[in-house]
């Protein structure tokens, strides 16, 4: 198979269109969930928390390095 060039990204084909209630898009979906989910793994930490303002959530240390 050669090597095809484009000139630009809308002269590059999509990707095929599936039918609509297809088994195969769910499969589909959560293989990208959990390949997601194997790149960046969310830690979630039960009970709940409480704080006096939004700035002493944003100093706890569990939400350091994280967004909200």
Known sequence: MGVRKFRSVEDMPGP????????E????????????TAFHPV??????????????????PEHQGRRC
């Open 25 to 36: 898009n769910i499969r589909l979906a959560f293989g990208l969930s959990s390949l997601a």
């Open 16 to 23: 095929p269109v599936l039918p609509r209630l297809d088994p």
């Open 43 to 60: 830690r979630a930490i039960p009970g709940v928390r409480k704080y006096r303002s939004w700035n002493d959530r944003l100093a706890a």
